[in-house]
């Protein structure tokens, strides 16, 4: 994977967050502009996508609620994401909400400005210590492994397109 730049997974006392970034030949402008229509193109992100609806009238601004439903390790999971901090070409931030909130507290998405194009970085927040990290390790390596094929896929399509 020449084209991941960083990888990471950092551990605090209650929280958990998944970190991962893939250098990305198109302008940070691309591909907000493909999240501004998210709904539209969460099917074609990941083959284990099923489904993504706005549930607001309201679509990629702040407020705005999205449903989204994927497997993931044989795991169907469905999420709906409140939309908290939008900066237009660098920052897409959400926080979960509905029971899952209770585990997955958020994430964002970042876009910025690299030589060849841009740097786009994926941050998933959960909560949870160390003992339940350990517990769950099967499963946070599954939700890893699945951002990093979302960012090779998302480079290949905006790159394809762009």
Partial sequence: ?????KFGCFTSLNMKT??????INVSPEVIWDWFLNVA???????PSHIKAIWETETRSEIGSILY???DIGEEFLKMRSKLTKL???RLYRFKTVGFLKFILAGGSFEFEP???GSIFTATLDFHMGKLLSKLVK?????????MIEEG????????KSG
């Fill in 1 to 5: 994977m020449e084209n991941l730049i």
């Fill in 18 to 23: 998944l970190r991962e970034s893939i250098e």
């Fill in 40 to 46: 539209e193109n969460y099917l074609e992100w990941h």
């Fill in 68 to 70: 989204a439903e994927e």
């Fill in 87 to 89: 900066i237009p070409n």
């Fill in 114 to 116: 690299s030589e060849n």
């Fill in 138 to 146: 099967k499963k946070v390596q599954q939700i890893n492994q699945h």
């Fill in 152 to 159: 090779e896929n998302l480079k290949k399509i905006l790159e």
